[in-house]
């Protein structure tokens, strides 16, 4: 009875070793199964980041070339063809400017000399033949004196031809400073047998001629055409206007009463 009961204890023992032997590969595979899960599930979030950076350097890179690209020429490089238009430009601007300022500064006669009939008062009378005459009054309206100063009085019939002429002189002055008025008459003039119907009144003088220029406004006109050519010029052989443009600055040329101003600007 002993016996059976040892070898009983044995074989229950022998299959428990059994058990945990044939169980021990089976919880291994299990383990690693377990791992391989978690490095999957690490690796496929690594996966999504990766998308994710991708899709953000997409959209960043979408961006970006919606932007208008700022294009920066390199203006430390030697003249080209497409800059000979500054040269044209400059030289053109000078030949105008040139003739601007000849014609604006170029000297002309300036007198004016004007008189003016006040008064006039005259009739005719007949005895035989029609006799004419009356008195009046002029004045110097113009821009200089008058010297030597004669009027020469027409009657005319009724037609407008002349019937006679009479030159007289001032009553007072023989010479009309600017603004100064003075009298003349003119008696017994034979008018032959037309009636005269009206008179004219023409005056000669005497006066010293004023030059002046012609249009000083379309000679400051032409040195500032003249000076933007020279700037034009200087730009094209010195192309200082890139060195502004490089550095985003606005370059400007304005005239103003006391000559030309040149000013340079950037916008924050």
Do not use: H
Request: with cysteine; aromatic share 10%; charged share 20%.
């Amino acid at each position: 009875m002993k016996r059976i009961t040892c070898i009983l204890l044995a074989l229950s023992l022998a299959f428990s070793v059994f058990a945990e032997t044939a169980a021990a590969p089976a919880a291994t595979e299990q383990v690693k199964a377990a791992e391989g899960s978690g490095d999957s599930a690490e690796e496929a979030k690594a996966d999504d980041g990766a998308v994710k950076e991708e899709k953000k350097a997409e959209e960043k890179k979408k961006e970006e070339k919606k932007k208008p690209e700022k294009k920066v020429k390199n203006y430390t490089k030697p003249m080209f063809k497409q800059d000979i238009w500054k040269l044209a430009a400059g030289l053109g601007c000078m030949a105008a400017g040139g003739l601007l300022m000849f014609y604006g500064y170029s000297r002309e006669d300036k007198s004016g000399a004007s008189l003016s009939v006040n008064s006039w008062n005259w009739n005719s009378s007949y005895s035989g033949t029609w006799i004419a005459g009356g008195t009046g009054e002029v004045e110097n309206t113009g821009n200089v004196d008058l010297t030597n100063v004669v009027l020469t009085i027409s009657y005319k019939g009724i037609d407008g031809t002349v019937l006679a002429t009479d030159t007289v002189t001032l009553d007072t002055y023989t010479n009309l400073s600017l603004g100064v008025s003075d009298t003349f008459a003119s008696t017994s003039v034979d008018c032959g047998a037309v009636r005269p119907a009206t008179t004219d009144i023409a005056f000669q003088a005497s006066i010293n001629t004023i030059y002046d220029s012609r249009n000083p406004d379309i000679g400051i006109a032409g040195i500032c055409v003249a000076a933007l050519g020279v700037y034009f010029i200087a730009d094209y052989f010195i192309n200082f206007t890139g060195f502004f443009a490089q550095r985003e600055m606005d370059v400007t040329l304005a005239t103003n009463y006391d000559g030309l101003t040149l000013m340079a600007s950037k916008y924050f």
